[in-house]
């Protein structure tokens, strides 16, 4: 074995070895240093912040040393996150648009084919002294009939009143006609070919509803943080809150920006013809709504707005929380979203659909009774059929929709043959009754049950959707931690 000629290569400095921790040093530092400078990274752990999907946009932004902000930058950031907002809005504001018109269209029990005419008979003993001249050759002995429609009751005002709401000629002209679509599609296909509305009234809304999405999303991670700082300080990050938190935040931003909420009702339901629109725009609407139904106090407080904000912003959270895992529990699986990300999407994807059948209900009857007005406000003129008699609360929505309404949209008219009845044959008869006896049943024409559930297709091809989109995107993690809704 040869020796090596010198080891001067083979040598290494002890002072160049890795070291954790910073030797210690017994002299003073020098007068020109005031701090020492770290010889390594750190490893201590701290409390991530709370995900913010404006800054994702521009992640060169370093918002640790205020100092290092660049404003252009940030501008930029901002502005094309509201773009993006912007623009997701109103991708999907067509389908928002005919499912909450769907979800306030009222569609009475009895909304059949119009009643015909009443004729009314008169007859003349005697011939008339300015008959015409073909009266001459008529027989004296019988007796001239006339046949004519008898005239029909008026209201003060002296408008025909509408006996059914099928009718064509009471129908004012910037209502869609009731039961012409019997899902979201066929409302959207409806409202852009209807003369009153159009295909721009799909976009009814888009502002104050990318408004209080923008909101909705700043605002209640905010207020989640806040909520853990106040309650749970000393929480650790690696730990999941629990569930009241996230819940109490939704519910508190949903209050908050519920007047918005109702601004984007009304815009969306009103009349998109400038003749017979109410409000001219969100800013318009809120005026007059602070002015003629009771201010502040009244667009908060009042129980038909109040109570039916509190339920829906509650049972929602709980629902997109709670159901997954009680839907794992129930299955006998245990799961987490970290482990099996699959899986869990699939609890989620079922607790999603599960859900629909509890909050879709309550939903809709919010929408019927922000569509109400109070105080001194003029009726909303609305682009689809609106109940006349007001709703009186969150029960009596609930039971009027069920027992007043039919869900057998659309509504299939049958057309009545012209005639005496004494002309028609037995045959004939029979098939006219048997006719009738087909139309008349049927459970789901008897019940409004439907009506409470419109626009849930939609919904679930919306949860369908997010999970494939989910699955494709391979399960990748934010930076956010536990993911809110």
Known sequence: MSTPASLRDLYIDPSSAWAF??????????????????????????????????FDLSPSL??????????????????????LQYSSTAIAMPWEVAKLLLQVQWVPRDAGEPEEPELVEDNDDALSDDSNDDSYFADPHTTSSTRHSAPRPTDEQGYIIRRSVLEEGTRPEFIIPVGSADGVWGMIKRIGRFRGEGWLALWKGLLTSCLTEILSSTMQPLIHNFLQSLFLPTMSPFHQPPILLPVASHLITGFILSPLDLIRTRLIVQSF????????????????????????KGIYFHPHLFIPTLIDNTLRPIVSLAF?????????????????PLAWGLAELGGSCIGL?????????????????????????????????????????????LTEERSDLPIRRTRKRRGSQAS??????????????????????????????????????????????????????????????
């Open 357 to 401: 059948l509890v909050t879709l209900p309550f939903e809709t009857i919010r929408r019927r009774l922000q569509v109400q007005v109070r105080g001194t406000a003029k009726p909303l003129k609305g682009c689809v059929e609106l109940r006349p008699a007001p709703y009186n609360g969150i029960v009596d929505t609930f039971w009027h929709i």
């Open 324 to 340: 997954p895992s009680m839907l794992a529990s129930y299955l006998g699986v245990q799961i987490s979203e970290d482990v099996n």
């Open 62 to 83: 370093d918002l640790s040393e205020p100092s290092s902000i660049d404003v252009t930058n940030l501008v930029k950031t901002l502005v094309a996150s509201a773009v």
């Open 424 to 485: 028609l044959k037995g045959k004939e008869r029979a098939d006219a009754g048997t006719d009738e006896e087909v139309d008349e049943g049927g459970w789901f024409r008897n019940t409004g049950i439907g009506q409470l559930y419109r626009g849930m297709g939609m919904r679930l091809g919306a949860s369908a959707i997010v999970f494939l989109l989910a699955l494709l995107s391979g399960g990748e993690e934010g930076d956010g931690g536990w993911a809110e809704i």
């Open 21 to 54: 921790l910073p030797p210690a040093s017994t002299s003073p530092p020098p007068a020109n240093i005031s701090e020492p400078i770290p010889s390594g990274p750190s490893y201590q752990w701290s409390s991530r912040p709370s995900h913010n999907s404006i």
């Open 273 to 296: 013809t400038s003749r017979y629109r109410t409000y001219s725009g969100p800013v318009d609407a809120l005026s007059q709504i602070l002015r003629d139904e009771g201010g502040l």
